[in-house]
């Protein structure tokens, strides 16, 4: 049988888009709608979604201009709105990295995406953002007696609650096409393989499930 691995080749398209007439050319014009619905805070609706979310996306742009998603979760409601124009976001422990703080001391644009499970809606917010270890907003945040790491403020730009196409496209609610996760290597395998560890699995693996415990 032929291998089913992908093999290396060299990508040479031309773009076809390099002015905004290109995409007007091939793309209609957006809705009255659509464009109205970008608002520069966040309003009673906006709020209510936040207040209901446990999970996001944030978008940042690194000092080469490259882009950086990240995810971040926590009970719902666990980004704070402080006002219509601020949002207060805590950074728990992680891997240490620092992608998106770190990108947030060149660029300090950013993008969040916020989801609420079972609704096929989103939230979309746009701005600026820093970090700030200010006690008064740490003391929001503790968890179990510890505080955050510190605190990622955004100043809002831009707010819109986002069409659900994408969320019923994809089912991601729909249990009877969510996939089994052993259908699919554990992230120890793949640490093993990709980094080419020479524990055995069985401790790396060990070592993942407590550091996953890790929450706050």
Request: aromatic share 8%.
């Amino acid at each position: 049988m032929p291998s089913t691995e992908p093999t290396h080749m060299v990508i040479s398209f031309s773009p076809v888009f390099e002015t905004e007439a290109d995409l007007a050319a091939l793309y209609q014009a957006p809705t009255a709608g659509a464009v109205a619905k970008e608002i520069g805070l966040i309003d009673k609706y906006c709020r209510r979604f936040i207040e209901l979310s446990p999970f996001l996306c944030i978008g940042s742009l690194g000092a080469n201009g490259r882009g950086d998603v990240s995810p971040r979760g926590g009970e719902p409601g666990f980004v704070h709105v402080l006002d219509e124009k601020h949002l207060a976001l805590p950074d728990r422990p992680g891997n240490n990295r620092l992608d998106t703080i770190r990108n947030f001391l060149h660029q300090p644009n950013v993008g969040l995406l916020f989801f609420v499970p079972g609704f096929d809606d989103m939230l979309r917010v746009n701005g600026t953002a820093w970090i700030t270890t200010d006690a008064s907003l740490m003391q929001r945040f503790y968890v179990n007696g510890r505080p955050p790491l510190s605190v990622i403020v955004i100043t809002v730009e831009e707010a819109q609650l986002h069409c659900p196409k994408a969320v019923r496209r994809s089912g991601l609610w729909d249990p009877a096409r969510h996939v089994e996760r052993r259908s699919f290597p554990t992230l120890g395998e793949i640490m093993r393989d990709q980094l080419a560890l020479k524990k055995e699995l069985s401790a790396i693996e060990d070592f993942l499930a407590r550091d996953a415990l890790k929450l706050y």
